[in-house]
């Protein structure tokens, strides 16, 4: 799992300093699973651009999920609501724009505390999720999906 904390936890830049956001890496190892590097973890997603401008918004999209599967994240952890509609809605036109499979899960954070504490899948919403992330209770790691029928 690769953390994603778009620009909204890092804001207001001039009161961050002193503020980590590693401490947020630190939080997905603690809840069992592994931790994906993702260098691009606290870029943009465009906000709401993909529903304004939308083709400056995919791009932006479109650039963080392909950084996120060369990082082989099988998922982006996120802490806000706009940027899991953003990376999550818009990834089927994004594979059709761009030609390439950049579908990953994007849980938010706190469907993964549930994951951890041994909460159902049904009752995270995580059969909610536009791309799904295949989760057993009891277990100690995240699924990646399965491979779309071609």
Request: proline fraction near 7%; hydrophobic fraction near 45%; charged fraction near 15%.
């Amino acid at each position: 799992m690769a953390p994603y904390y778009g620009c909204l936890i890092a804001r207001p830049y001039a009161l961050s300093e002193g503020f980590s956001l590693e401490a947020f890496d630190a939080f997905i190892p603690a809840l069992g699973a592994n931790l994906v590097d993702f260098e691009l973890k606290a870029h943009c997603c465009g906000g709401s651009l993909p529903g304004t401008i939308e083709d400056v918004g995919h791009r932006l999209v479109y650039i963080l999920l392909h950084q996120a599967k060369l990082a082989n994240a099988h998922a982006l952890v996120t802490v806000c609501p706009l940027c899991q509609l953003n990376l999550e809605a818009h990834q089927g036109k994004i594979k059709r724009q761009y030609g390439e499979d950049v579908t990953v899960p994007i849980p938010y954070f706190t469907q993964l505390i549930g994951m951890a504490l041994g909460l159902p899948g049904k009752a995270l919403g995580l059969d909610k999720l536009l791309v799904p992330l295949r989760w057993e209770v009891g277990e100690k790691a995240f699924a990646a999906p399965e491979p779309a029928a071609a």
